[in-house]
Antibody
């Protein structure tokens, strides 16, 4: 069974940094593209970033490009999101998700970790 | 980026009725790479439909997706109590991927 568990969320001041982690299990992690999607409190889903299976190709939403960096460690089955220059509007639950190789969309999601940007 | 606009914002229906949800894209969605997700309070999104019309594993056949290009529809026949939730469309044909703002299907 696919299992994705996010961690690293918390309270951070505007302008600060935070690194999120996603521990993956139950599948061959190195074979799958992985992504981050966030959801502000009471709001809808917003795509944040994605990374190819080998880690060489990355994707970013316009709203986070140049501030966030996605990475992965296939030897540890871990996905990361380094977030910098954080703003109040980055406050959200951050979910990691797996892109299925057949359906080509996000088929498995973690429960998410809450990031709150506030002074 | 492709902007997805969902309508209506809220759909108030009774169990047993049919729900029809719309998703309109600002430009054509490549290869009809359009998915629908169901989300219940406090839960992660669950994939319901991919490729505009294919049901994901475990999704009952009362759920169906249709459409192409810029106009897509999710239909839920004979609503069951567990179907009341928020539904998001999502395009994955162009980078960056984008989501619609969601349609809430609530009990009337």
């Amino acid at each position: 069974e696919v299992h994705l568990v996010e961690s690293g969320g918390g309270l951070v001041q505007p302008g600060g940094s935070l690194r999120l982690s996603c521990a993956a299990s139950g599948f061959s992690f190195s074979s799958y593209s992985m992504h981050w999607v966030r959801q502000a409190p009471g709001k809808g889903l917003e795509y944040v970033s994605g990374i190819g299976s080998a880690g060489h190709i990355t994707y970013y939403a316009n709203s986070v490009e140049d501030r966030f960096t996605i990475s992965r460690d296939n030897s540890k089955n871990m996905l990361y999101l380094q977030m910098g220059s954080l703003r109040a509007e980055d406050t959200a639950v951050y979910h990691c998700a797996r892109k299925d190789t057949v359906m080509l969309t996000l088929d498995s999601w973690g429960q998410g970790t809450l990031v709150t940007v506030s002074s | 980026e492709i902007v997805l606009t969902q309508s209506p914002g809220t759909l108030s229906l009774s169990p047993g009725e049919r729900a029809t949800l719309s998703c309109r894209a600002s430009q054509s969605v490549g290869s009809n790479y359009l998915a629908w997700y169901q989300q219940k309070p406090g839960q992660a999104p669950r994939l319901a439909i991919y490729g505009a019309s294919s049901r994901a594993t475990g999704i009952p056949d009362r759920f169906s997706g249709s459409g192409s290009g810029t106009d897509f529809t999710l239909t839920i026949n004979r609503l069951e109590p567990e179907d009341f939730a928020v539904y998001y469309c999502h395009q994955y044909g162009s980078s960056p991927r984008t989501f619609g703002q969601g349609t809430k299907v609530e009990v009337k």
